[in-house]
């Protein structure tokens, strides 16, 4: 499976053909997410969300048969308000998806796909916070990667879709560098944000002990001598 894939660059997407405003928008996005993304998970599971759905809702007129622009924003708005609620359905399916991709790459005779989307699903479920590190730290990455290249055969005339095809490897080493150093730094600002609330909290103060002692028996031998 080939992530960099020469024919986003190229024909037929032709994305190496968008303005350098675009492709310089796109990877401060993909930066944000890349830094940012398990603190700031919900707000961009919900921009992802409305965005998806408002494109869904312009461009599949045929499927609804709806003005396209009523849809659009009816279904825009219906997945941001839906999106919160459903996070962890996002984090058991995405798991799901990325487990079943694995396993058929590396095992593609193994005919049992059920098996890796429900051990991967419930794998996105229990690691949920680390796993949405890794998932957004590795969309940042190939944002960034596609912009990247999109801005250098812009600005400084490279053949991106050449360099796609003749070496797949490289480009792929970059991502994959790039989306553990993002779980890493991901994981430092995470760190960081939970020692500042954990020295902003006030302390609890000691309570007094009760001068009769802990025990039943302490206080009964007190009581005694003081009769004695």
Known sequence: MQLIAPDILGQPCDACELSVAVTATAFAIGFLIWLLG?????????????????????????????QPLVAGVLLAVAAGALALALVRVVAFASGAIALWIGVHALMPNWHAPLIALLVGGLIGLLLFRLWTMVLTSSAGALLMVYSGLCLVHKLGSVDVVA???????????????????????QYLIARRQENDQNRREPRPKPQPQPQGGLFWWSRGQRSYRKAG
């Not at 603190?39 to 048969?65: D, K, N, S």
């Not at 360099?163 to 730094?185: I, K, Q, S, Y």
Request: no cysteine; aromatic share 14%; glycine share 14%.
């Open 38 to 66: 398990w603190r700031g998970h919900r707000f961009w599971i919900v921009l992802a969300a409305t965005i998806a759905a408002g494109i869904f809702g312009l461009y599949a007129e045929p499927v609804h048969q709806t």
């Open 163 to 185: 360099l796609a095809e003749n070496h797949p490897t490289f480009l792929h080493g970059v991502w994959g560098t790039g989306a553990v150093l993002g779980l890493a730094a």
